[in-house]
């Protein structure tokens, strides 16, 4: 899947204007002690460069370092219509997500998680509490009622875009372990509490 920038951006923004303001008002809400590895934001920067696309920031991040969520969240937002100014913010944003499970899997600290489960779909679910734990704070997640062909993963305290990013996060790990697949959604009151309902064949 490519990035690309396209014409008529500011128009598209304009668009969208109540999403993207609904997604500030979050960004807004974030606990100030919540953190997010530099990985992430270096990898999303280092997409925008390949891609052409002028970088929001000239902060060089390193990657096993904690940066403020706030600061990623709001790079991606004010990013999304450049990359794909025909989604909604919510549907790129979910995009986005796609790309975060490969950049920590393929990661020093990701290969040493993700090892025990070798090519095991289930098993790297399984797994899941530890790379958010490592990746994310606060995040807290669990993984119930898993069959063979279905999980439910509840996310509670996952403040970066729970009801779209994430899901795109699952959808990518999906793609990575070529699962064919869908993430659906059960949403609560507080905008980080979430349940991804996994189904694959």
């Known amino acids: ?3 690309h920038r396209a014409a008529g951006g500011k128009a598209e923004s304009s668009r969208f204007r109540g999403e993207l303001e609904e997604l500030r008002q979050l960004i807004a809400r974030v606990p100030p002690r919540a953190t997010v590895k530099g990985m992430f934001i270096k990898g999303f920067l280092e997409s925008l460069d390949r891609r052409g696309i002028p ?14 969520l706030t600061l990623f969240m709001t790079l991606l ?10 989604q909604s913010p919510k549907e790129s944003l979910r995009t986005l997500g796609r790309f975060a499970f490969p950049t920590f899997a393929e990661s020093m600290v990701g290969r040493v998680i993700f090892a025990v489960a070798g ?26 009622d898993v069959t063979e062909h279905s999980a ?11 009801d779209c990013y994430q ?3 699952f959808e990518g790990a999906m ?5 064919k697949g869908k993430v659906g959604l059960r949403t609560y009151p507080r905008p980080c509490d979430v349940d991804l309902l996994l189904e694959w064949e």
């Open 175 to 179: 793609a990575y372990y070529n699962i």
């Open 77 to 86: 937002v004010d990013k999304t219509q450049e990359l794909w100014p025909e």
């Open 119 to 144: 090519t095991d779909w289930v098993q790297a679910l399984k797994l899941t509490d530890k790379a958010y734990l490592y990746s994310l704070s606060p995040a807290t997640t669990r993984l119930t």
């Open 167 to 169: 899901v795109g996060v």
């Open 152 to 162: 439910v993963l509840e996310f509670r305290d996952v403040w970066n875009f729970a």
């Open 1 to 3: 899947m490519s990035l």
């Open 55 to 68: 970088r929001p920031t000239q902060d060089r991040f390193v990657a096993f370092r904690d940066y403020p």
